[in-house]
């Protein structure tokens, strides 16, 4: 869960259906999470009979405007990705997802935001070593304008974290060392935001 203004804060998870493919669903407490508003569905497109097995969503809100994002790995009609859908009303509606990059390999993503800019932190289901990449969008998550890798070398650079404030921004992962897929370490990467 995350707070957004004052004690508003939102819960995103999948809710499981029938034939093992799920809606992403949101909800909303204005008491800090003591009491919650009925899920509001963000995105119903997700065809992929996987049950438990998808990642959990990554979901953010913004303390200046309550706007909610949630990034997320489903697989819609088009083909699997990571999407990223919003809600400018509170939580009570969601946008109609936006793809941030088609791939088959599950990944995952974390959203930050400010204003009108939106960053999310993925990995790239593409590259044939994971490697992390950051998508940015200057229309509060309408479009992204661009897409560029942010971790380097050619170690497996995986979880994603991001934080965005008064124009910088800081992209963190988890680095395996070669060889190994659990020995490493937390890898920062802080810059700015173009305009």
């Not at 799920?22 to 899920?39: E, Q």
């Not at 919003?86 to 946008?95: A, D, I, K, R, V």
């Not at 998550?141 to 008064?166: C, K, M, N, W, Y």
């Amino acid at each position: 869960a995350v707070r957004a203004v004052g004690d508003t804060t939102y819960a995103a998870w999948w809710a499981p259906r029938v034939d093992s493919t799920a809606s992403l669903v949101v909800a909303r407490s204005d008491d800090g999470g003591t009491n919650w508003r009925a899920p509001v569905i963000a995105d119903s497109t997700d065809i992929g009979r996987v049950g438990c097995r998808r990642p959990a969503p990554y979901l953010a809100a913004d303390s200046l405007n309550g706007y909610v994002h949630v990034v997320y790995f489903l697989q819609a009609a088009e083909g699997p990705g990571l999407f990223f859908t919003h809600s400018m009303e509170q939580g009570t509606m969601f946008h109609s997802p936006v793809p941030i990059v088609y791939g088959e390999r599950v990944s995952v993503g974390a959203v930050a935001l400010r204003g009108d800019t939106v960053a999310v932190a993925y990995e790239n289901p593409n590259a044939e070593v994971p490697q992390i990449w950051l998508a940015l969008s200057q229309t509060t998550g309408h479009i992204f304008e661009g897409r560029e890798q942010v971790s380097t070398g050619t170690a497996a650079t995986t979880r994603p974290l991001i934080a965005l404030r008064d124009g910088r921004l800081a992209v963190a992962w988890f680095e395996t060392q070669r060889g190994s897929s659990t020995v490493g370490g937390n890898v920062v990467r802080v810059g700015e935001v173009k305009r």
